[in-house]
């Protein structure tokens, strides 16, 4: 993570070291821009990291800390933003998360002798919707643009849990969260750009999981499934982000 961060560093001290004329005509080209302007755009988030704690209140501690990693998974969203000023905006973002994958399979033999194995799945669904600020840096005649930017978010999530054809049922949870991002974007139309960002935020909710019923059969085997379930899920990676936008 040191290692991006320095490179956009390095990016930005490359691009603020470029001529005195062409900052002069990009912040000369701001600020006679103005005009508010409007960004709708589409991406794509690789999202590196997700954990799902199936007993994160359980009394023993080294159960309480178990923990299932999903590893890293693709997702994809939505942005609108807002220019307020040359160098300033608001922005808001709306962005599904979902990934679940096999855990372990249930073996045992049926009632006619055959070995069968019922397969677990685990997993978590959510919503995520961020009210943004940025600041940025136009540098280049405009085309090009370096950012920071954060702030709030709110994520309606649940555990996907299940058991064969047996799926539990998890309630919504809503939590609330800040998130901090740096990126860049680049213009390669009047009205069409580039963004290439990566953000730190940690979205983690309580999850509340209940089968129906207290047995599931699967190809001909019976097993019992579990009791309520208490768990946590932390979509506690770094997320990479590139975006298509349309400026008008």
């Given at each position: 993570?040191?290692?991006?961060?320095?490179?956009?560093?390095?990016?930005?001290?490359?691009?603020?070291?470029?001529?005195?004329?062409?900052?002069?005509?990009?912040?000369?080209?701001?600020?006679?821009?103005?005009?508010?302007?409007?960004?709708?755009?589409?991406?794509?988030?690789?999202?590196t990291?997700?954990?799902?704690?199936?007993?994160?209140?359980?009394?023993?501690?080294?159960?309480?800390?178990?923990?299932?990693?999903?590893?890293?998974?693709?997702?994809?969203?939505?942005?609108?933003?807002?220019?307020?000023?040359?160098?300033?905006?608001?922005?808001?973002i709306?962005?599904?998360?979902?990934t679940?994958?096999?855990?372990?399979?249930?073996?045992?033999?049926?009632?006619?002798?055959?070995?069968?194995?019922?397969?677990?799945?685990?997993?978590?669904?959510?919503?995520?919707?961020?009210?943004?600020?940025?600041?940025?840096?136009?540098?280049?005649?405009?085309?090009?643009?370096?950012?920071?930017?954060?702030?709030?978010?709110i994520?309606?999530?649940?555990?996907?849990?299940?058991?064969?054809?047996?799926?539990?049922?998890?309630?919504?949870?809503?939590?609330?969260?800040?998130?901090?991002?740096?990126?860049?974007?680049?213009?390669?139309?009047?009205?069409?750009?580039?963004?290439?960002?990566?953000?730190?935020?940690?979205?983690?909710?309580n999850?509340t999981?209940?089968?129906?019923?207290?047995?599931?059969?699967?190809?001909?085997?019976?097993?019992?499934?579990?009791?309520?379930?208490?768990?946590?899920?932390?979509?506690?990676?770094?997320?990479?982000?590139?975006?298509?936008?349309?400026?008008?």
């Amino acid at each position: 993570m040191k290692s991006i961060a320095a490179l956009l560093t390095a990016c930005a001290i490359t691009f603020l070291s470029r001529p005195a004329r062409l900052c002069g005509q990009s912040i000369s080209d701001v600020v006679t821009s103005s005009a508010p302007k409007i960004q709708v755009g589409g991406f794509m988030d690789y999202v590196t990291s997700a954990r799902v704690y199936p007993a994160s209140r359980d009394q023993d501690p080294s159960i309480k800390i178990t923990y299932n990693d999903f590893g890293a998974f693709f997702s994809y969203g939505g942005d609108v933003r807002l220019d307020l000023s040359p160098t300033s905006a608001v922005g808001i973002i709306v962005q599904p998360v979902s990934t679940s994958e096999s855990i372990g399979t249930i073996y045992g033999y049926n009632s006619s002798g055959t070995y069968v194995g019922i397969p677990v799945r685990d997993g978590f669904s959510l919503w995520l919707l961020e009210a943004n600020g940025y600041f940025s840096i136009p540098v280049v005649q405009n085309q090009w643009n370096i950012y920071l930017g954060g702030g709030p978010d709110i994520c309606l999530g649940k555990r996907d849990l299940s058991i064969g054809a047996a799926v539990a049922n998890s309630p919504l949870s809503v939590t609330a969260g800040i998130q901090v991002a740096m990126g860049v974007s680049y213009m390669f139309e009047k009205d069409l750009g580039l963004r290439w960002e990566f953000k730190f935020r940690s979205p983690e909710f309580n999850t509340t999981s209940t089968f129906q019923s207290a047995y599931t059969d699967y190809n001909g085997l019976r097993v019992a499934l579990p009791q309520t379930q208490y768990g946590k899920v932390n979509v506690d990676g770094t997320n990479f982000t590139l975006e298509a936008f349309y400026e008008f």
